[in-house]
């Protein structure tokens, strides 16, 4: 089978959703601009909701269906990259990348629309909206019956390492991340008279103290977890004990028992410490993505599509990432891979992260990315 990826248009495609960057729910231009295109590829769109496309791509015969995903959103962030494609929306960024998982996708559509006589079995486009705020736009996307029928769903992210380079963790390849404000209620006193308030700061300074324990002693020693109380804020005055105390707590784990066991720690501490000191508290907790779990076959998968389409030498398997990621809501559904590629790294030109208003990737890489999406559907699609 022959193929090749339009270059050109990949390029055009990033660059121009690059300068033109959409928050979260406001990807109106983007996903219009992706639905425009697909449909010219005789691709069935649907829109499951204002700001998101789905693109089914059925083949010549029947077989099994895969799903390759993007997110579309950008960052509230001021651009700093000087490239003349530069946002034009001031204080919003393509930060993360996501106009080239766009772009890449668009291209690997056209490829594979091209190739439509060829397949055994359907190719399922997710275009997703919202993928930076929790609960992100994954779950409208499930929700809406995207998934229905689909056997397998693959996803990458630019991230910077190696350009055209591709790292597959096996088990987990993102954290689940959970967090919450704590408010501690005490009792305002005179700070000479202790005895006859309830201070809130000895109390939050004993639950932060005891947090310390729940990883240390509740957690396997080989797992991964972390809970790091972020801010702390009470009192004004050194000769005043404050009614109140206010704590922002972040948890991150890979393994849902060790995510629930932690979550649970938490709140025991919590709930204890301050009934030992006569103290209430409220506790406002926002369960954010879980972590992203690969299945061992669809890794497997990517890795050899990665080695035939790109080479042996350009794919590795590696570590996941702490961050968090709402590809998670499909890979919980479906057997998925998601797949860390190469956008440039430091020695290359590209020194910066993900998130920083001079992120940026080496174009060129960009071409690699498609195809290893292309060489993932046929892949699947060829496989019993
Ligand atoms: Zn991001
Ligand atoms: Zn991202």
Redesign the pocket.
């Known amino acids: 089978m022959n193929w090749e990826i339009d270059e050109d248009a990949l390029i055009a495609w990033r660059r121009d959703i690059h300068a033109n960057p959409e928050l979260g729910f406001h990807e109106t231009r983007t996903s219009g601009l992706v639905a425009e295109l697909l449909e010219g590829y005789g691709i069935e769109v649907t829109r499951p909701t204002p700001t998101s496309v789905v693109g089914l791509l059925r083949g010549a015969r029947p077989g099994r269906t895969v799903a390759l995903r993007a997110?579309m959103d950008a960052l509230p962030v001021e651009e700093e990259t000087g490239e003349p494609f530069s946002s034009k929306v001031p204080g919003v960024m393509h930060a993360?990348?996501?106009d080239t998982h766009t772009a890449m996708l668009l291209a690997a559509a056209k490829t594979l629309a091209g190739l439509r006589d060829e397949l055994a079995g359907n190719v399922t486009f997710l275009f997703q909206h919202a993928?930076?705020h929790p609960p992100g736009g994954a779950v409208e996307i499930v929700a809406a019956g995207a998934l229905g029928g689909v056997d397998g769903v693959f996803g990458l992210?630019v991230m910077n390492q190696k350009a055209g380079t591709v790292t597959i963790a096996r088990g987990a390849a993102s954290t689940a991340y959970d967090g919450g404000m704590l408010t501690i209620q005490g009792r305002g006193s005179h700070g000479s008279m202790p005895q006859h308030g309830i201070d809130p700061v000895v109390v939050g300074s004993e639950i932060v103290l005891a947090l310390q324990t729940v990883v240390s002693r509740s957690i396997a020693p080989d797992h991964f977890a972390v809970v790091t109380v972020g801010s702390f804020n009470s009192g004004e005055a050194p000769n005043i004990i404050p009614d109140t105390a206010h704590l922002a707590l972040s948890v991150r784990t890979t393994n849902p028992e060790d995510r629930e066991t932690v979550g649970r720690r938490v709140r025991e501490i919590i709930a204890g410490v301050c009934a030992v000191h006569g103290a209430t508290y409220t506790l406002d907790w926002e369960p954010g993505y879980e972590a992203i779990q690969q299945d061992d076959g669809a890794a497997e998968l990517a890795f050899g599509a990665a080695a035939t389409a790109l080479g042996e030498d350009r794919v590795a398997w590696g570590p996941g990432t702490s961050a968090s990621?709402d590809f998670s809501v499909y890979a919980a559904r479906v057997p998925g891979c998601f797949i860390f590629f190469g956008g440039g790294d430091e020695s290359e030109g590209f020194p910066f992260q993900?998130h920083h208003p001079k992120f940026n990737v080496k174009e060129s890489a960009l071409i690699d990315g498609a195809r290893l999406e292309v060489q993932i559907a046929l892949d699947f699609l060829a496989a019993e």
């Open positions: 997110d993360c990348g996501h993928e930076e992210h990621e993900n």
